[in-house]
């Protein structure tokens, strides 16, 4: 099993940059991409952005390109989130992912509310 747990949401004004902190525990041995997905109310969860393990190959959701940026700490077993020039659409639960060959894991979620 691994455990995710994801941290650094809240309220924040239009404009501003939180970072998302995900850090992974217990089984990661074989964690091959982990991945940022966000669900707003009444919408589905669409991945924001993903990054693999071995290279740190970055993809991103058109919607966050040139705002938002995804990093790992190999050491920390963490990934992070910068989230840059929010806008109110921005407002979502963020959810941190992991997938290893046969399974797949959620955090428990941060709430990001963009709101002035």
């Known amino acids: 099993q691994v455990q995710l747990v994801e941290s650094g949401g809240g309220l924040v004004q239009p404009g501003g940059s939180p970072r998302l902190s995900c850090a992974a525990s217990g089984s990661i041995f074989g964690i091959y991409a982990m991945g940022w997905y966000r669900q707003a109310p009444g919408k589905e969860r669409e991945l924001v952005a993903s990054i693999t393990s071995r290279s740190g190959s970055a993809k991103y959701a058109d919607s966050v390109k040139g705002r938002f940026t995804i990093s790992r700490d190999t050491a920390k077993n963490t990934v992070y989130l910068q989230l840059n020039s929010l806008k109110p659409e921005d407002t979502a639960v963020y959810y941190c992912?992991?997938?290893?060959?046969?399974?797949?894991?959620w955090g428990q979620g941060t709430q990001v509310t963009v709101s002035s």
């Open positions: 992912n992991a997938n290893q060959l046969y399974n797949n894991y």
